[in-house]
């Protein structure tokens, strides 16, 4: 076992933190630059634009590294959003606490203050929650209101849509790539700079400094990030007309006239209270606005029924159909999938017959069993006589489960798992289609729709278990064009009453298909959870504003006699105030570059000046918090004094969620906490010799 | 092709507690548990340096239940403490740092081992009468009839652990829970022998600590239920609904572990006719009007299906660690064999219901009458909820402890300076017929009770982490931290408030001295006295028996690793 004393220099923890998180600094607010990892042993990369994608793209191996992606995926896994914000205050609270450290407060002062202070803040910010039925009225009320959100029909329309998203989105769609980040990096200082030649050379020419951001694999050496922030903002205008990082085709802007149209024949609902939030909580996203309204259109129609008015998360499946640009993006009832052409051929031979449906829960293979079937290893085969040629075991199965699908007249099989090739070969043959890799809620919804009963072996097979009345087409766009991309094509398996939606989401750029399915998923996750905690806070730095007012009053306020018995101690009146100016640090340094990566500001110097400037009039006010929502409906909080584009905020208000603001916040402090008051790293396990003969052995001890 | 190498002699090491490596792993392995005792006690960061998950935790068991010891002398010790841990789950920390206390203390003297164990069994002796006697000034009787002793025994344990990352109001609510789930284990009706039943723990991990809750029964976690659809459940006669509980794998597998091989004929399937037999087993538990059937392997998916078919319900893969609760909350005998059914191993439940939290979905076995209840434990990251699982478990083992011996020792370092000021007193009255009955002169007893108490004192002060000074006052001999960074001043009952147990405070003048100071400890004038204890005072409070037997094993160890002349390792 080797035992390593973290806190030996300046806690060394909390600076692998600090490092870790400044690469994820551009992730935060609306205006997100892309990134390219790059794997330095296979040259492959990936085009990323969230903060989730880069911790998991990045070698973390170290402890902290590790704890930080578990808060990450906890986040991710239980919201699908802030996990920026979440990265971001790491890095701001580890660096905030160091220099506490430096000022000899204690620990458990530390500990104790923060977590006080931010238990504080969040009863302080409920005064600014929007309940969701007083939404509509508070976000609809705008000036200028789009006018694509009154359309009764479902029909969005671009050019309406433009008017008011596009001073907004001038940014988002061009991929801003200023920072590359060779992943597997040995910490080659000549490599870094090849990469930084090689890849962001174009934005060079611009006169931006890329940032080149080494993954932190091994410790000495802490990710360095230069000043990529202030890039962003200014380059972002000027690449709208760069050949490498504009792409006409996938700009809703530049290209298409033509009217978008989903397969949106469902209920025409006056959705524009949902569509108002959806707006609000997209954050300028505007291809994943579209499908949640469609999505709610749906829903709401059948909620109208159950009386439930939540966005059902667990019947909702994507699809990315690569080669059509994005907005052909829309959301059809059923599953819609990639099937080959020789399915294809299948499901045109079925025309408009209603099928019979069976569902594997299995794979569909001779040699799969169920979890938990273990093949007793003694038992051997006694062959009595040669078997004729050509008649070997797996023709007798093959044979034998294309009979049972025939004798009960299946016509399309859905299998959870993998489906043999050979087995898939003769089915298309006799006109039967299969599709493997079938998520479980496609299961349920087709069960719950058919009546079918998922079996994991043919062999089970009676008459109950087969569904009727499923129905399969390929799948064609809102304006009919014939999808034919090659390889394989989008077909729609659907049946009657089925609860199922799949939000088709086309990609004219590969890379990009990874991005427009998170943002999909973090949409729909921000209306579902707006929905189910019923109220929203007012975005675009509101609550931290009021946060960092109510914190900075905390530490000014003299320390109250509430405990008769505690002794007063100035040092520790002091060390409280040093504790919550640190925590209202993190804030501070959220909102400047929340502000400069939306060009509010153009330094972090400005922004701070700015955040000043709403700090004291708030103060000023009297009621901090009547301050922040009266500049919340006149059209924002944090707006620029200069106001660069004007007319653009009335237009928008941005929300944000309750809960999942308020839990990135306390995951954040929590490990800044937890690694905080670590002192020591044992490594256990066979790699002592390995620590012993690597040069870092001296910072080891050995039990 | 098997290669032959000579055996190598044993290796021999005679005086092991002299060598320099040893002193060296001790002081270190010392140091590492010093440094994560009590509430303000650093985490260690556990993990393989390879990628591998994180532990963070102070937790005595989880630190050297991962540690990978080489050095003999301290694997007899954290042998002990694990021991130890697995009877009482408490005070392992106190016990380690002791028993390094004592191996230090009493090595240096200059007195045969031999000697040093007599005299030391007697002082421990002396302490545990103290404890057990109604005038130990260091104890307090738990009342069950209130909560407040209660609460404050919980949450010294919930406090205890930082890596559990619980703020005030999470703290609040847990101890309910952990209070709620211990009432609901101890047995409504009394007869000759009471046994109390289980809370068992469900993780949900990533969700708000507040969001915790207990349920008593049982949750079984089903992620193939289907919500939405209320849950048709066949009941007997008597409205009950029987249950079948199997610990035999039901996959249909040919479970024969044995060696040598079957010969099968081509054409004959083995598992055609093992399904065949998991079938009449499925039918005779529908011609016995089974409502639900639980299984603690796999059961076949034909065999689900066809129980589904006749409207029986069907769960498997409950795990080893539900058989248990599961006997006791049904009152069936687990089936352990499908060859047999006897009516008489079935059980029974009241209700079946399906309960959701977060994204998992769990049937609710809710009986009768049981002790048995489920604990849904949420915590926001993987590390904090396996810390705050190890402090739930041990808060629920120190109340049932502590109902078997309804007492409860100050906690805050306050039992361990008054035990030694206690021991410092009686030391020095002692009869010279002792010293006698012991074989030693009366210096040596004075040197190893001395070593003894500064042992006990340096546990104390094990719970300073960040430069507070330790006090010690000479009336009660409780301990006293005076916060870093405290400005100077003439009198120290002007920088102390409260003693850390909470049960005094500065009113009285207590002639507080530094605890191990340059000069060594004063020796009361009288026995320490015992204080009026006013529960609404107390802040923390520590197991009764976990702490007396944390402190026999450890001065046991101690004595038997002080006693340790060779170690003889196997080389080969």
Request: with cysteine; net charge neutral.
């Amino acid at each position: 076992m080797a035992f390593r004393d973290v806190n030996a220099r300046r806690h060394i923890g909390l600076q692998q933190l600090s490092a870790l998180a400044s690469t994820g600094r551009t992730f935060l607010g609306p205006m997100k630059s892309h990134k390219f990892i790059v794997d330095e042993i296979t040259n492959q990369s990936t085009l990323i634009c969230s903060a989730v994608r880069l911790i998991e793209s990045l070698d973390l191996t170290s402890a902290v590294g590790q704890l930080l992606n578990e808060t990450i995926q906890a986040q991710n896994k239980e919201f699908k959003t802030g996990m920026s914000s979440l990265l971001f205050l790491v890095g701001a609270w580890s660096n905030a606490v160091v220099e506490c450290l430096q000022q000899n407060v204690p620990v458990p002062a530390i500990v104790s203050v923060m977590s006080e202070g931010l238990n504080s803040c969040c009863e302080r910010v409920q005064c600014l929650q929007i309940p969701i039925h007083d939404v509509k009225k508070e976000l609809c009320s705008s000036r200028v209101r789009p006018k694509a959100f009154e359309s009764k029909t479902g029909q969005v329309e671009r050019h309406d849509l433009k008017n008011s998203w596009n001073l907004l989105c001038f940014q988002t769609d061009i991929s801003a790539t200023e920072e590359v980040i060779p992943i597997n990096s040995c910490s080659h200082q000549g490599h870094d700079c090849n990469f930084n030649k090689f890849l962001v050379s174009p934005l060079a020419g611009f006169g931006s400094v890329a940032s080149v951001v080494k993954a932190v694999g091994d410790k000495s050496s802490p990710a360095l990030s230069g000043s990529g922030v202030t890039a962003a903002s200014c380059i972002a205008q000027k690449l709208t007309h760069s050949r490498h990082f504009s792409t006409l085709g996938k700009s809703p802007f530049a290209s298409q006239q033509g009217n978008f149209q989903g397969h949106l024949s469902g209920p025409a609902a006056d959705l524009c209270g949902l569509g108002c939030l959806a707006v609000a909580l997209s954050h300028g996203n505007q291809t994943s606005v579209k499908l949640l309204q469609s999505i709610a259109a749906y829903q709401q129609g059948r909620a109208e029924c159950s009386g439930s008015s939540q966005v059902n998360i667990a019947e909702i499946v994507t699809c990315c159909v690569l080669g059509l640009p994005e907005s052909y993006s829309c959301v059809s009832p059923g599953f819609v999938t990639l099937v080959s052409p020789e399915q294809a051929t299948v499901i045109k031979h079925f025309a408009d017959k209603p099928l019979r449906i069976l569902l594997v829960d299995g794979d569909l293979t001779e040699e799969y069993r169920h979890l938990g079937f273990n093949r007793p290893p003694n038992v051997r085969t006694i062959l009595e006589r040669p078997t004729p040629q050509g008649g070997g075991a797996g023709d007798v199965w093959l044979s034998r489960m294309s009979d049972v699908l025939m004798s009960f007249e299946v016509n399309l099989v859905l299998v959870k798992g993998n489906v043999c090739k050979n087995f898939m070969e003769r089915c298309i043959a006799s006109r039967i289609l299969v599709i493997g890799c079938v998520a479980r809620s496609v299961l349920c919804a087709f069960g719950s729709a058919t009546g079918a009963q998922a079996v994991t072996y043919l062999s089970q097979l009676s008459t109950v278990c087969v569904g009727n009345g499923a129905w399969a087409e390929l799948w064609h766009t809102g304006d009919g064009r014939a999808v034919d991309l090659g390889e394989l094509l989008p077909a729609r398996i659907s049946a009657g009453g089925i609860t199922l939606l799949t939000a088709v989401l086309t990609a004219a750029l590969p890379s990009k298909a990874q991005l427009l399915e998170d943002h999909f998923w973090t949409l729909l996750y921000r209306l579902h959870h707006a929905l189910k905690d019923g109220k929203v806070f007012p975005g675009g730095g509101a609550v931290e504003l009021l946060c960092l007012s109510h914190i900075q009053a905390l530490a000014e306020q003299p320390e109250r006699p509430g405990n008769a018995k505690e002794l007063p101690s100035p040092w520790l009146a002091e060390c409280k105030s040093i504790v919550l100016q640190a925590l209202a640090s993190g804030w501070k340094r959220y909102l400047c570059v929340l502000l400069c990566n939306t060009a509010t500001a153009s330094s972090e110097l400005e922004a701070g000046a700015a955040v000043d400037h709403h700090l004291q009039k708030a103060a000023a006010c009297g009621s901090p918090s009547a301050y922040i929502l009266e500049e919340f409906r006149r059209g924002g909080v944090l707006r620029g004094g200069s106001e660069p584009f004007p007319g653009r905020v009335t237009d928008l208000k941005v929300c944000d969620n309750v809960e999942a603001k308020t839990e990135a916040w306390r995951r954040a402090l929590d490990l800044v906490l937890l690694v905080l008051q670590t002192d020591a790293e044992i490594i256990t396990g066979p790699r002592r010799n390995q620590i012993l003969n690597s040069p870092v052995s001296n910072e080891f001890m050995f039990l | 092709m098997s290669r032959l190498e000579a055996k190598k002699p044993p290796l021999f090491t005679s005086k092991p507690l002299t060598r320099d490596a040893v002193s060296q792993s001790l002081s270190l392995l010392s140091g590492v548990l010093k440094s994560s005792y009590g509430p303000a006690g650093r985490l260690k960061q556990l993990h393989n340096g390879a990628g591998g998950c994180v532990c963070a935790t102070s937790q005595s068991s989880a630190l050297l239940g991962h540690l990978s010891i080489s050095q003999p002398v301290l694997r007899v010790l954290t042998a002990s403490v694990l021991n130890h841990m697995s009877r009482f789950s408490d005070c392992g920390l106190f016990t380690a740092i002791l028993c390094c206390g004592f191996i230090e203390n009493f090595r240096s003297l200059n007195v045969a081992p031999f000697t040093v164990i007599q005299i030391s069994k007697h002082l421990l002796s002396l302490c545990m009468n103290h404890l057990k006697s109604e005038a130990c000034g260091c104890r307090v009787s738990v009342d069950f009839s209130s909560l407040e002793t209660l609460v404050c025994l919980v949450r010294s344990i919930l406090t205890s652990k930082p890596a559990c990352m619980l703020n005030k109001t999470e703290v609040d609510h847990l101890t309910s829970l952990v209070l709620k789930a211990f009432i609901f284990t101890v047995p409504c009706h009394i007869e000759t022998n009471a046994v109390l039943g289980k809370c068992v723990v469900i993780p949900v991990k990533g969700r708000r600590v507040v969001d915790s809750a207990v349920l008593p029964g049982l949750l079984i976690e089903t992620p193939e239920i289907q919500l939405g659809k209320p849950l048709a459940v066949k009941r007997t006669g008597s409205n009950v609904i029987k249950i079948a509980l199997f610990s035999v794998s039901m996959s249909g597998d040919s479970s024969n572990p044995e060696e040598g091989t079957i010969a099968v004929h081509h054409g004959v399937s083995l598992e055609a006719s093992e399904l065949n037999q998991l079938l009449n087993v499925g039918q005779q538990l529908v011609k016995h009007e089974v409502g639900l059937v639980l299984c603690q392997k796999v059961m076949h998916p034909s065999l689900k299906q066809y129980l589904k078919e006749n409207g029986v319900m069907a769960v498997d893969r409950a795990g080893l660690s539900l058989m248990e609760p599961l006997r006791r909350v049904t009152g069936s005998q687990p089936i352990a064999s499908i060859h047999s059914l006897s009516p008489g191993c079935y059980g029974s439940l009241k209700d079946l219901c399906i309960e959701s939290f977060a994204s998992k979905h769990f049937l609710h076995l809710i009986p009768e009458d049981t002790v048995i209840c489920s604990l849904i434990l949420c915590n926001r990251s993987e590390t904090a909820w396996d810390e705050l699982k190890r402090v739930c478990e041990t808060a629920e083992h120190v109340l049932q402890l502590t109902v078997k011996e309804p007492l409860a020792l100050l906690g805050g370092g306050c039992t361990e300076t008054h035990l030694a000021s206690y021991i410092r007193h009686k030391s020095s009255s002692l009869p010279a017929s002792t010293f006698k009955d012991l074989g030693c002169s009366q210096t040596q007893y004075q040197l190893v009770a001395d070593g003894f108490c500064r042992s006990l004192e340096t546990v104390a002060r094990s719970l300073s982490h960040d430069g507070e000074e330790v006090l010690t006052d000479v009336v009660y001999g409780h301990c006293w931290f005076v916060p870093s960074g405290s400005p100077c001043a003439s009198r120290w009952s002007d920088l102390v408030s409260k003693c850390s147990c909470g049960v005094n405070d500065n009113t009285e003048d207590l002639s507080w001295s530094f605890l191990q100071g340059q000069s060594s400890s004063p020796i009361l004038q009288g026995c320490p006295k015992e204080p009026s204890v006013k529960v609404a005072d107390l802040r923390t409070l520590d197991c009764f028996a976990a702490k007396c037997s944390g402190l026999q094993v450890a001065l046991e160890t101690a004595n038997l690793i002080l006693d340790l002349s060779y170690i003889i390792e196997d080389q080969n």
